[in-house]
């Protein structure tokens, strides 16, 4: 697969990584066997991205992660994981000595000295304009606890002020056929700052696969049951923060697009890699039938002109209004 260059720090991904999310917790029961068999899948695909966070199921991702790893010392994988989540979401918390007790666990669960790059992981919005803040991200690179560091945002503001920061190799937002705001100001600004996009939720929770009806139920322990409104985090989270039926609906015409060979999932994963900016993308998956099919997307040919006009049409007419003003 295709590899990109994270402009600021010289590390590499591939185009399209994966996101393990869902090998820790929050979209139903977690097998780790299966959470092996999606890795496995995914590194044979040619993934070498993985996107995981200290809080997914409370370190059983970074976990399952290094027991993979661990079995395969051949494997070439950056992987990046992200802090900051465990504790009370208020600046005070944002200091040094809470990164490096943070920072202690995440190596303990990776199995490793040194992290590829860590990720703030959407903080309270001061934290990004506080220089105590990155001066202490910096020390943790003195320190050879991580090689780089970025930040995952809500907004598209926050991964501005993110950008302006000369340390900040990686910055990771939601971008997807029903997200399209960061392409106005910070896939521009990235690529001029040489800092990486990681663009996350690209499936829109899984929305643009075109697979949910009206009546899906999902099991109480997944998100998309029990945070639809933004009830346990951001609702931008859940569903790319689209209301449930817009959702469904949208995705109906979304699916009508997908060219001949491509699924509306790989639609959604291809509309993504093409975007001027973007370093990887990071589908979540539950099996290792929809790792390979993710990364399958990225050897597909490029989405033409019509495509890209008729996906922005959709997100026009149905989606804008309800996303636009909010992240
Ligand atoms: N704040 C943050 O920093 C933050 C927040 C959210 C996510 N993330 C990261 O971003 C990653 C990706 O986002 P996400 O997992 O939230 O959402 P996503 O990638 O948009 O959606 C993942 C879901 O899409 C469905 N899916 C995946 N591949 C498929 C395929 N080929 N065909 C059909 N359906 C498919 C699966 O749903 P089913 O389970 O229904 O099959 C899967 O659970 C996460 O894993 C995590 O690493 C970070």
């Given at each position: 697969?295709?590899e990109?260059?994270?402009?600021?720090?010289g590390?590499?991904a591939?185009v399209?990584g994966?996101?393990?999310?869902?090998?820790?917790?929050?979209?139903?029961?977690v097998?780790d066997k299966?959470?092996?068999?999606?890795?496995?899948?995914?590194?044979?695909?040619?993934?070498?991205?993985f996107?995981?966070?200290?809080v997914?199921?409370d370190g059983?991702?970074e976990?399952t992660?290094?027991?993979?790893?661990?079995?395969?010392?051949?494997?070439?994988?950056l992987?990046a994981?992200?802090m900051g989540?465990?504790?009370?979401?208020i600046?005070?918390n944002y200091?040094?000595?809470?990164?490096?007790?943070?920072?202690d666990?995440?190596?303990?669960?990776?199995?490793v000295?040194r992290?590829?790059?860590?990720?703030?992981?959407?903080p309270?919005t001061?934290?990004?304009?506080?220089?105590?803040v990155f001066?202490?991200?910096?020390t943790?690179?003195?320190e050879e606890r991580?090689?780089?560091?970025?930040v995952?945002?809500?907004t598209?503001a926050e991964a501005?002020?993110?950008?302006a920061?000369p340390?900040?190799?990686s910055?990771?937002?939601?971008l997807?056929p029903?997200?399209l705001k960061?392409?106005n100001?910070?896939l521009?600004a990235a690529?001029?700052a040489?800092?990486?996009?990681?663009?996350?939720?690209?499936?829109?929770?899984g929305?643009l696969?075109?697979k949910y009806?009206?009546?899906?139920v999902?099991p109480e322990?997944?998100?998309?049951a029990?945070?639809?409104?933004?009830?346990a985090?951001?609702q931008?989270?859940t569903?790319?923060?689209?209301?449930y039926?817009t959702?469904v609906?949208?995705?109906?015409e979304?699916?009508?697009?997908a060219?001949?060979?491509y699924?509306?999932?790989?639609?959604?994963l291809?509309?993504?890699?093409?975007?001027?900016?973007?370093?990887?993308?990071?589908p979540g998956?539950?099996?290792?039938?929809q790792?390979?099919?993710n990364?399958a997307a990225?050897?597909?040919?490029?989405?033409?002109?019509q495509t890209l006009a008729?996906?922005?049409d959709?997100y026009?007419?149905?989606?804008?209004?309800?996303v636009e003003?909010r992240?």
């Amino acid at each position: 697969m295709d590899e990109r260059e994270f402009g600021r720090s010289g590390q590499h991904a591939s185009v399209v990584g994966l996101g393990t999310w869902q090998l820790g917790a929050d979209w139903g029961d977690v097998d780790d066997k299966e959470a092996l068999t999606v890795l496995e899948a995914a590194a044979e695909s040619g993934v070498t991205f993985f996107d995981t966070a200290d809080v997914y199921g409370d370190g059983r991702s970074e976990q399952t992660i290094a027991a993979f790893l661990s079995g395969r010392p051949d494997l070439h994988v950056l992987v990046a994981t992200k802090m900051g989540r465990r504790a009370e979401q208020i600046p005070e918390n944002y200091v040094l000595d809470n990164f490096r007790a943070w920072n202690d666990r995440s190596r303990r669960n990776l199995g490793v000295d040194r992290i590829d790059l860590v990720q703030l992981h959407c903080p309270p919005t001061p934290v990004y304009s506080s220089d105590e803040v990155f001066d202490a991200l910096d020390t943790l690179v003195e320190e050879e606890r991580i090689a780089h560091y970025g930040v995952s945002v809500e907004t598209c503001a926050e991964a501005l002020t993110a950008i302006a920061r000369p340390g900040v190799a990686s910055v990771q937002i939601i971008l997807n056929p029903f997200r399209l705001k960061p392409l106005n100001e910070v896939l521009p600004a990235a690529r001029a700052a040489g800092v990486g996009v990681i663009a996350r939720v690209p499936l829109a929770s899984g929305l643009l696969s075109g697979k949910y009806t009206a009546d899906t139920v999902f099991p109480e322990n997944d998100h998309r049951a029990y945070n639809r409104h933004g009830e346990a985090f951001d609702q931008g989270e859940t569903f790319s923060g689209v209301d449930y039926t817009t959702g469904v609906e949208a995705a109906v015409e979304f699916a009508a697009l997908a060219p001949e060979g491509y699924t509306p999932a790989q639609l959604a994963l291809r509309w993504i890699v093409q975007q001027p900016g973007v370093t990887t993308v990071i589908p979540g998956a539950r099996s290792p039938e929809q790792a390979r099919a993710n990364a399958a997307a990225a050897k597909l040919p490029e989405l033409s002109g019509q495509t890209l006009a008729a996906v922005r049409d959709l997100y026009d007419r149905r989606i804008r209004e309800q996303v636009e003003g909010r992240w």
